[in-house]
């Protein structure tokens, strides 16, 4: 039933998903034609909640079923309810951040139509989609200071040099070399693997990964 049939508004679930790639943040696409009211635009991935599961449930559901995606971190970023949002009628989108790390996102298959675009050039999205992205960068950003988020966006194991690289891609300014590792090392966030990545050119870098295996609060990168 198209929205403007309904006398009520009806739930949706929007799903920005990030990967950082070739040192830039992007997100994933999907083409949008919906005459006379959206032609030749592109919009983030999302759908209707089903009567029988919760927006959660539907994130997943949505994930797999549009992008092929499985297993994705995800968590709620928030609600978007303009009335004019959708010029279909009223519709409530419960919104969601979903990140994929590079290895993953360079080696999925992505179905027809899908594509990813760096986050700072997705042009004029349909709905209010640019505002979804925006929250989403800014959510990262925050949590990327203040919790080991970045594990979800970057391979089990990495150089220091790859982490910092995709810190600063994120946060969009330079980090002091010296004092991000001593942070991270100092306070156990990152721990040596006993392993070396040789590089094509120079010494090979020791590589590391995150302690722990969820995402955990830390206060070493806060306001730096």
Not at 2 to 22: G, M, Q, W, Y
Not at 47 to 57: F, K, S, Y
Not at 152 to 169: K, M, N, R
Not at 184 to 193: C, Q, S
């Amino acid at each position: 039933m198209r929205p403007h049939k309904l006398r009520f508004a009806i739930l949706a679930v929007d799903v920005a998903i990030i990967a950082v790639l070739d040192g830039t943040p992007h997100v994933l696409l999907t083409p949008v034609h919906l005459p006379p009211d959206i032609i030749d635009a592109y919009a983030l991935p999302g759908g209707l909640v089903r009567p029988d599961e919760t927006a959660e449930e539907a994130c997943v559901r949505l994930l797999s079923e549009k992008c092929g995606l499985e297993d994705c971190y995800s968590e709620q970023l928030a609600t978007f309810s303009a009335v004019d949002r959708d010029p279909r009628g009223r519709v409530v989108s419960v919104a969601y951040l979903v990140l994929v790390p590079e290895p993953a996102a360079r080696g999925h298959g992505l179905p027809d139509g899908l594509s990813w675009r760096e986050a700072a050039r997705v042009g004029k999205l349909a709905y209010d989609h640019n505002e979804i992205v925006a929250a989403a960068l800014g959510r990262l950003r925050a949590e990327l200071q203040s919790t080991t988020i970045a594990r979800q966006l970057i391979a089990p194991q990495f150089t220091l040099s790859e982490l910092q690289s995709l810190y600063e891609s994120v946060l969009g300014r330079a980090l002091d070399k010296r004092n991000f590792r001593k942070k991270l090392i100092a306070d156990g966030v990152v721990r040596p693997t006993g392993k070396m990545l040789q590089a094509a050119l120079g010494r090979p870098s020791e590589l590391y990964r995150f302690a722990g295996s969820k995402v955990e609060v830390i206060s070493v990168l806060s306001g730096s």
